[in-house]
DNA sequence: TTGACATGCAACCATCTGGTTGCCTATCAT
DNA sequence: ATGATAGGCAACCAGATGGTTGCATGTCAA
């Protein structure tokens, strides 16, 4: 889960996982056309996103597939972020009760 | 929204966010009640996620009171995590049906 | 088989990050 | 007033991170 939010904090990897989302099954020269980085790094952004399991690779003879897992994200969406989805309701109208109420 | 991922990145201002689910504005002091960090650290963390939005404070007296906010939270799953959910369903049978298939 | 294309590996680098220590300021209670 | 409590500021540090360059390997097509 750790890996997974990691993952997903820099820039460059959401976009290239929406990039994924887009079109899936691309491979590394496809996901590096037109970004503003080498492949090297771009491996390495992938090589990141497949240790947390949001990316599954697959050779095809010198290409390498590479497919969106959204898997995790939507696990983030269930065991993480659904828990403050309560609070979203409550702590607004508390919050403004408090600023109101404490403002000596 | 950039912010925001950075500031769920690390496990420890994850962890101060639950605690602020679990409790809702509580001052700097409780916040470091049982961390294996100094308050300083607790105070960068805490000033993170101010600036992503995730947290309001509230002066009271010497006191800073931190409160809650999960909009954002709301807001990533909303705008980021949705759209991944439809490819949840296609992804993992069309991922499935291309191992298959392309294996050689 | 040989050149071109797709990818892999490793070393290196600057900057960001998470943490520390030391000291200062503000406020409360006695 | 004065000590204790709550917090703020700044400098410093090691290690992680995001990127680079250079070269090696594997595979396809002519």
Redesign the pocket.
């Known amino acids: 889960m750790d890996e997974v939010f ?1 993952a997903l ?2 820039p ?2 959401r976009s290239l996982l929406d990039r994924l989302h887009a079109r899936n099954g691309q ?6 056309d037109g970004l ?11 090589a ?1 996103l497949e240790e947390a399991n949001l990316v599954s ?1 697959l ?7 590479h497919y969106l897992n959204p898997v995790p994200i939507h696990q983030i969406g269930e065991r993480w972020i659904r828990k403050f989805e309560r609070a979203k309701l409550v702590a607004l109208s508390e919050l403004k009760r408090r600023l109101e109420a404490d403002e000596t």
Chains 1, 2 share one sequence.
């Open positions: 990691k904090a820099d460059s990897r491979t590394l020269s496809e996901l590096c503003a980085m080498t492949r090297q790094a771009v491996t390495k952004h992938l990141i690779t050779r095809h003879g010198r290409e390498k597939l």
